[in-house]
C-alpha cells in the first residue's frame, strides 16, 4: 500500500504533504529531523492520511492536495482536525453568515 499524508508543524503551524509506503516510519524520520524540508518544524503531528494500492495513484494525490484546490480541500480539513486555524476559520465562517462582529475564541480582537 502507498500513502499521502498531511502533516501539520505543532511550532510553524505550515502543513506539508508526502507519499510513501509506511506512514508511521516517514513521521517518525519527519520527527527525527531526517528530511531537510521539514526539520525546521518539529514537531509534526499527522493532519490526514489516504492509503492507495499504487504508488502512481498516491503521487497522483499528493500532487493534487499541493493544487489550489487541493489546498482548498485541506483547509476544510484543518477545521475538523482542530489545526491552530480552527477558530479562526469559525469565526470568519460566522462572521460571513451573521454580518455581525465576531470575537475569536481565547481572544479579545474583533474580526
Known sequence: ?????????AKTGRRYIGSCENVDERVRR????????????????????????TRKEAVAKENYYKTGRG???????????GSKKQDLLEVVNLYQADAGLAVLVGDDRRI
Not at 34 to 53: C, D, N, Q, V, Y
Open 30 to 53: 519527519h520527527n527525527a529531523g531526517h528530511s531537510k524540508a521539514t526539520r525546521h518544524g518539529i514537531p509534526w503531528r499527522m493532519l490526514h492520511s489516504e492509503s492507495f494500492a
Open 1 to 9: 500500500m502507498f500513502h499521502v499524508y498531511v502533516l501539520r508543524s
Open 71 to 81: 489546498r482548498e480541500e485541506l483547509a476544510k480539513l484543518d477545521v475538523y482536525c
